[in-house]
């Protein structure tokens, strides 16, 4: 899984992961979970992901709570993305908003993505 990228977002499941990938113009790895992680998985993912920028893009619903307590503990240093609770899941959510939230944490997206503001 690891392709040398420096960058990596943690993701719930495929859906997600088609969501993200469009938005994101440099190389980013994305790992889906696919809603739960084995401690052997979560091991592997430590070891390779240790020097790397991690970020966690879950569901702003129980599982994804869950989830994301999981992998604060074991990527204390990661940064987390919180998607607004109106959406719910990260595959629902506007592309617009998406881009304008993984931009916020300084991965580069596609500007055609990005909220255009307009003089009225």
Not at 91 to 111: E, F, H, R, W
């Amino acid at each position: 899984m690891d392709d040398g990228y420096d960058k990596v977002i943690i993701v719930e499941g495929k859906s997600d992961k088609r969501k993200v990938l469009p938005l994101i113009r440099e190389s980013v790895d994305i790992i889906c979970t696919n809603g739960t992680i084995s401690f052997s998985k979560m091991d592997e993912l430590i070891d390779e992901l240790s020097n790397r920028d991690v970020y966690i893009l879950v569901d702003a619903d129980e599982a994804g709570e869950k989830l994301r307590k999981q992998l604060k503990r074991e990527f204390p240093d990661a940064e987390h993305l919180y998607i607004d609770r109106a959406y719910r899941e990260v595959a629902t959510t506007p592309s617009k908003y998406l881009a304008s939230l993984l931009l916020s944490a300084n991965i580069d997206v596609y500007t055609e993505f990005l909220e255009k503001r307009m003089n009225l």
